[in-house]
C-alpha cells in the first residue's frame, strides 16, 4: 500500500521567475521562504511521485478540445511554450511522469466509478505545472502525474467535484500496491485577475475578504464551508481567473477535511499567494 | 459574435514568436491570411470566421473593442501584450489596458 505522505498548495504566478531571483527582494521573501518549506518538506518525508493538480492556461488545452479532468500517461513531459519562454522568461525543462500510477488513477481499462478522466499521452505542461514543482523540487528530481483541471473555459466543474478528486487520489494511492510516498501538489490562487480591470493593480489582493475567509476553509478544516464558498459567482467575483483557487480543494478533502498545518495568504507586490501545507507522515 | 474564433486567432497569434512578428509586420494581412487559411470545406473543422466587428478590432489591435466583444480575458491581455509591449511600457500598457476595459465591466465571454 502506497502512502500519501503531504498534500500542499502553492502559487503557479509566473512573474515570480524573473523577479524572486537572489538576492529575493524583501516583499518575496516570505514566498520563496514557502516554497522552500514545501520543498524542504518533500524531501523530508522522502517523497517519490508528486500528484499535481493544477490548470493549463489554455496552452494546451483549448476549446476545440477542451477536457474537465485529464490526466498525464506519459514517461515525460516539456514544460513550457515558446509565449510562456517570451512573456515571463522561464526557461525549457523536462518532467518525468509516473505511467502506473496514473493507469492507477485514471483506470487502466475501464474508468473509476467517480471521476471520467481523460487521459493524454503527449501535453506540454504551462507554467501553472512548472512553476510549483521548479521551487519546489528545482532539479524536476521526482515524477510527476498531471492532473489538469478546466478553471479557465466555462463550464467548469463544481466545487463538489474537486473534492471528489481530491478523494479519489488519496484512495487511489492507498489502493496501489506499492511501498510509494505520495506527494498531492495544488497549484493555484488566491483572488487574482487576469485581463480584466482589476489586472494588476499593485500589491494587494483584489478581494481581501475572500482571501480571508478562504484561508479560514484550511486553516479550520471546513470542507464544507470551502465548498460553499466556491460558488462560480462569488469565486469569479474575487477574480476573474479565482477559479484556479478551487483546485486546493481537492488537497482539503485528501487529507479528510482536517485542518492544515500551514494556511497562509502570503502578501507581496502581488496578489496574495496560497500556501497550504497537510503532513500525513 | 464568433467568440471562440476571436479567442482562436488571439491563441494562434500570441503562442508564436513568428505569429507575432508577422501580425505586426502587416496586420490588415495577416488577419486577412488568417481568415483565408482555414482547412476548407472538406475538413471537418477549422473553419474561420469574424464578423466584421471583430475583424476591425483585430487590425486596429483595439483591446477596448476585442474586450467588449467578448474576447477571452486571460487571452486577451497576453495577446496585447506580446502584441505591444515593445512599443509602450509594461507599466504604461497595463494602465492603458484597464482604462480600454474598464467602461465595459465584465463581459459575457463564454464562447
Known sequence: ?281 | MSKYMMNKLMRAIEMSDRSVESYLRDTEAFVDGWLAGGAGPDAVADDRVLTDEERSAFIARDEGELYRLGAHPYLLWHFIEAVWVHQVDWPDLNERYRAAVRPHGYPDYVA
Not at chain 1, 80 to 109: K, W
Not at chain 1, 146 to 163: C, F, Q, S
Not at chain 1, 185 to 205: K, N, V
Open chain 1, 1 to 281: 500500500m502506497a502512502h500519501l505522505v503531504m498534500a500542499a498548495a502553492t502559487p503557479h504566478n509566473p512573474l515570480l521567475w524573473r523577479t524572486m531571483r537572489d538576492p529575493v527582494p524583501d516583499d518575496l521573501r516570505g514566498v520563496a521562504d514557502k516554497f522552500s518549506l514545501i520543498g524542504a518538506t518533500m524531501r523530508e518525508l522522502g517523497v517519490d511521485v508528486i500528484v499535481e493538480v493544477g490548470t493549463d492556461h489554455v496552452r494546451q488545452f483549448f476549446s476545440d478540445n477542451c477536457p474537465a479532468f485529464i490526466i498525464g500517461k506519459a514517461d515525460s513531459y516539456h514544460g513550457t511554450f515558446e509565449n510562456e519562454v517570451r512573456t515571463f522568461g522561464m526557461e525549457y525543462c523536462e518532467v518525468r511522469g509516473h505511467r502506473e500510477l496514473a493507469d492507477h488513477i485514471a483506470g487502466r481499462t475501464v474508468l473509476t466509478d467517480t471521476i471520467d478522466f481523460a487521459v493524454s499521452h503527449e501535453w506540454r505542461l504551462d507554467h501553472g505545472f512548472i512553476i510549483p514543482l521548479a521551487y519546489t523540487t528545482p532539479a524536476f528530481d521526482i515524477p510527476v502525474v498531471p492532473i489538469h483541471v478546466n478553471a479557465t473555459l466555462p463550464p467548469l466543474p463544481r466545487p463538489e467535484r474537486y473534492a471528489v478528486l481530491g478523494r479519489h487520489i488519496a484512495e487511489s494511492v492507498r489502493s496501489w500496491e506499492s511501498d510509494a510516498r505520495v506527494a498531492l501538489l495544488t497549484s493555484g490562487h488566491m483572488a487574482t485577475e487576469i485581463g480584466g480591470p482589476r489586472q494588476f493593480l499593485g500589491a494587494g489582493s483584489p478581494d481581501p475578504e475572500f482571501d480571508r475567509e478562504a484561508v479560514s476553509w484550511f486553516r479550520d478544516g471546513d470542507l464544507e464551508a470551502a465548498i460553499a464558498g466556491c460558488t462560480f459567482e462569488r469565486v469569479m467575483a474575487a477574480g476573474n481567473v479565482t477559479y484556479q483557487h478551487v483546485n486546493i480543494i481537492s488537497a482539503l478533502a485528501a487529507m479528510d477535511g482536517r485542518p492544515a498545518d500551514l494556511a497562509e495568504a502570503t502578501e507581496s507586490r502581488y496578489a496574495s499567494s496560497p500556501f497550504f501545507l497537510w503532513r500525513n507522515a
